[in-house]
């Protein structure tokens, strides 16, 4: 296996919180020429009890989603993560509403197409 050097623009952590409604952290579009790639989304609530659904988004096509309890996360093998169906699309995490505090996390980067 040849494994190239990539051409990263930046590395991405987003992090977003909140009390009320759903929680959505979200990795924008990059630009023509470039593609967003997700490594790890974690998400919390703020009570334990709390279960949840916890789901991925490149645009507007679902990637996974993952029913948590508590806390919980959805984490890419590959060395390279879970790249953007597209090109200049923005990828989005959402936990589902719950109580107390929740919060959600999305660890990525950007990398050039060409």
């Not at 977003?16 to 979200?26: L, Q």
């Not at 974690?42 to 659904?53: C, E, F, H, V």
């Amino acid at each position: 296996m040849r494994i190239e050097k990539a051409r990263v623009l930046n590395s991405i952590v987003i992090h977003e919180n909140g009390s009320a409604g759903e929680i959505t952290a979200e990795l924008v579009a990059p630009g023509v020429g470039y593609r967003n790639f997700i490594l790890k989304v974690d998400a919390s609530y703020g009570l334990a009890t709390t279960s949840g659904l916890l789901t991925l988004k490149s645009g507007l096509t679902v990637i996974c989603s993952k029913y948590i309890h508590g806390s919980g996360a959805i984490d890419f093998s590959e060395l390279a993560g879970f790249s953007a169906v597209n090109e200049n699309e923005g990828m989005t995490a959402t936990l589902a509403a719950g109580p107390g505090l929740s919060t959600c996390f999305i660890l990525g980067f950007t990398a050039s197409t060409s």
